[in-house]
């Protein structure tokens, strides 16, 4: 079995609140990437996929609590020193945020803020060779005319070509893993469909492992091989692609994959009704009870263990195939 390229294990993330206590906003997470492989990361806002990748990368405000083990490439990460984690973030491990716009530095041109990027890790490298490759990465991203838009500003760009622009900014370094934080997000379908076969194809050609952060299950369909399905803090599902979505076990999971329009739809879009949990007011037991239509006596009382179901992992008592609570 191949080593795994990222391997975080009971990872705890706590704010503290204004009144002095904490709250934990990650609540002892395990996940695992293989090299050259996809994993999505699936919730709605606030069920802590994004914090738990800007824990390792220490992206965090100071002051937060950061507990368990995120090792990249057998390398512990987290209470890793500054200066260490600086060589790591940017080169090792790219990221692609999900708002390029604000991402980007307005007055500074695409190439130059490449350029930066590249120097920054090669001290050896010139600042016209790193241009050149800033120009190379365009054209590997499939942005017309690289020599003349890397001289150009980031509102200059449509939000589809700035996103390119991001991933060819966190790809200046050929890192071996790539974060991408909601990617497609501010990008409407047409745009989003063609981000999503561009990082498909650098997947392929590069072999590069990632990790893709979105709300949207349809959005990992056709690239993930692992999902993650995360509610409140905790991974509530967790399988190969395939059985995440014919075999699903958790009614969260369900949830999610009913609100994905379809042409069936007919206008009718479906919700999971009610709002996901405050860190500082989560109800006991299952954290998902008070919006889940099979919640039970147990529901409201234990909190379940992600434990294995069918093809999936699955933190539930009474997970999709079953009607007898899982003890
Ligand atoms: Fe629903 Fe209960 Fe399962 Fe939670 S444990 S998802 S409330 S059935």
Known sequence: ??????????????????????????????????????????????????????????????????????????????????????RIRGKAIGCIFQDPLSAFNPVKTLGAQIVEAITLHDRAISNRAALKEAERLFELVAIPQPARR?????????????????????LANRPDLLIADEPTTALDVTVQAQILELLADLRRELGIGMVLITHDLGVVA???????????????????????FYQTSHPYTAGLIGAVPTLDSRGTLQQIEGTPPSIFSRPPGCSFHPRCPRAGAPCRIETPCLLPQGDTACACHFPLSRLEPVT
């Open 150 to 170: 890397v001289r150009q500003y980031p509102h200059e760009f449509s939000g589809g070509m700035r996103q390119r622009a991001m991933i060819a900014m966190a």
């Open 1 to 86: 079995m191949t080593a795994p390229l990222l391997d975080i294990r009971d990872l705890r993330i706590s704010f503290r609140g204004r009144d002095g206590t904490w709250a934990e906003a990650l609540c002892g997470i395990d996940l695992s990437l293989e090299p050259g492989k996809v994993l999505g990361i699936v919730g709605e806002s606030g069920s802590g996929k994004s914090i738990a990748m800007m824990a390792f990368l220490q992206l965090l405000p100071r002051g937060t609590r950061v507990e368990g083990s995120a090792r990249f490439r057998g390398e512990e990460l987290i209470g890793m020193a500054p200066a260490r984690i600086r």
């Open 222 to 244: 056709g690239i993930a091989d692992e999902i993650a399905v995360m509610y409140g803090g905790s991974v509530v599902e967790r399988g190969a692609t395939d059985p995440i």
